[in-house]
């Protein structure tokens, strides 16, 4: 019982810093097949695209603002498709997340 209670506010209290935590569920189901758990990006599929992927971790990517990192979730960038299926706050927390890759 005591168990379940830790679990069950733990559980609640990561849920209330919602960000980040949502963002890496949707991560891991969303970008992770080609970027890799970490955002470090698979070179298969870099190889796929024939393209550089740099880490999402990286300066190149952590410079860029919020707004940019949306538009190519939203509307795709270079060989990257759109990714459908995420409403804005649910783009806001995948983006909060790729914030926490920094390197
Ligand atoms: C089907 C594979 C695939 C999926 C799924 C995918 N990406 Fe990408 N992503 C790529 C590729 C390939 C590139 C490099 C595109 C290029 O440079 O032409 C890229 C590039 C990026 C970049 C860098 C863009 C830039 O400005 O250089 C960001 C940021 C990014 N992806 C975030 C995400 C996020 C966040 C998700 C999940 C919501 C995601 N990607 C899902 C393949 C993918």
Redesign the pocket.
Known sequence: MKIIAITTFLLAASLAYAGAPEGKA??AS??Q???GAKGEGKAS??KM?S?T??P?GSK??QT?PDA??KK??TEG?????P?SG?DDKQVAD?IAF?RTLKE
């Open positions: 949707l991560f969303k970008c097949a080609c970027h599929i870099a695209f393209v992927m740099h999402l190149e990517i860029k940019d990192l190519t979730v960038h270079g060989k990257m498709k990714v995420l995948v790729v």
